[in-house]
């Protein structure tokens, strides 16, 4: 069956460093990839999406890569802030005409000052 | 939150009752989507509704129903709660009235209801 996997375990790191978050899936062949940022408390917001032809995209401190081969997407926050501390989810479409995704079960980003 | 809400926002209820959750929205959205949000389960969509009266089962959907009388209201109804059904339940929204398209399957939540069952 499908599934999608992110580190369960938090990540912790200073501020000012780059966090790098990673998304693994298996047998599924999506056409692209999001992700969302989610706050305690509060329902996931869009960050990004990347399509399957498309190796990198970036917004503004974000980066995302997408390698087919792998099955890997890694989200990249630079020069993080403590007020990227949130959990990050990534989502793949699921059936096509449907807007169905599947969403992994998030990592937890937290930088400290 | 694209102008969604939902509500009750905190319900504690009863083994056994039944239990209906609402979702709001006001711009005239063709799909909506409800999911429920566990540790370490991340979100698993119940149902979703693709229009009027036309919705679909997700991937978690045993014990959950839904109606779509009017495309501003979904409602998600537990027709017998049971323990398991503890959770946070999540309302989302794909932005658009026409059918979807490959790449456009972009949501948007709504701040979710906090269930209870005890």
């Known amino acids: 069956s499908q599934k999608i996997e992110q580190n369960s375990e938090a990540l912790n790191i200073q501020e000012g460093k780059t966090a790098t978050l990673t998304c693994n899936y298996t047998?599924?062949?999506?056409?692209?990839l999001q992700w969302y940022r989610q706050d305690p408390g509060r329902g996931p917001v869009f960050l990004l999406l990347i399509r399957e032809n498309e190796k990198e995209k970036r917004k503004e401190r974000l980066k995302v890569t997408f390698d087919t081969t792998l099955k890997q997407s890694l989200f990249h926050i630079t020069a993080s802030q403590p007020a990227d501390s949130a959990t990050y989810l990534c989502?793949?479409?699921?059936?096509?005409?449907?807007?169905?995704?599947?969403f992994g079960q998030g990592t937890t980003l937290q930088v400290k000052p | 939150d694209a102008g969604i809400t939902q509500s009750p926002r905190h319900k504690v209820t009863e083994t056994g009752t039944p239990v209906t959750l609402r979702c709001h929205q006001t711009?005239?959205?063709?799909?909506m989507y409800w999911y429920r949000q566990d540790p370490g389960h991340g979100l698993r969509l119940i149902h979703y509704s693709y229009g009027v009266k036309d919705t679909d089962k997700g991937e978690v959907s045993d014990g959950y129903s839904v109606s779509r009388s009017k495309t501003e209201d979904f409602l998600l109804t537990l027709e017998s709660a049971t323990s398991s059904q503890t959770s946070v339940y999540f309302c989302a929204i794909r932005p658009g009235q026409g059918l979807a398209e490959v790449g456009t399957e972009t949501q948007y939540f709504g701040p979710g209801t906090r269930l209870l069952v005890l």
């Open positions: 711009e005239n959205h063709r799909y």
């Open positions: 989502a793949l479409h699921g059936s096509s005409n449907t807007g169905k995704l599947i």
């Open positions: 047998n599924y062949s999506p056409a692209y």
